[in-house]
């Protein structure tokens, strides 16, 4: 019980400080109108979008090296010493 009025009183006593400080600082100093806005919402948007496209490039820096050592093996030659483009049932060469 002790304890819950110990509580009680520090948050009473941190929101009286809170709102003392807040009417002090800015009480009349500033007021968002149109102009402030219209260039406040343009701005958090294009910050918002370099900031995912800061993270995209990231990500694909970590998988290159996470997957680097994943490189995929040359296709195998066909007979003629080409490299076949399609499956040997379609090919027209002779066998």
């Not at 009417?23 to 918002?48: C, K, Q, W």
């Not at 080409?82 to 060469?93: E, G, V």
Request: aromatic share 16%.
């Amino acid at each position: 019980m002790l304890s819950l009025s110990v509580c009680l009183a520090a948050q009473n006593s941190i929101s009286q400080y809170w709102h003392k400080v807040r009417t002090l600082r800015s009480e009349g100093i500033y007021h968002a109108n149109a102009f402030d806005l219209a260039m406040m919402i343009p701005y958090f948007i294009v910050l918002f979008v370099l900031a995912v496209y800061g993270m995209h490039r990231y990500w694909l820096v970590y998988d290159y090296f996470a997957y680097a050592k994943n490189v995929p093996r040359p296709r195998p030659r066909s007979r003629n010493g080409r490299a076949s483009l399609f499956s040997s049932q379609y090919s027209t060469s002779a066998t």
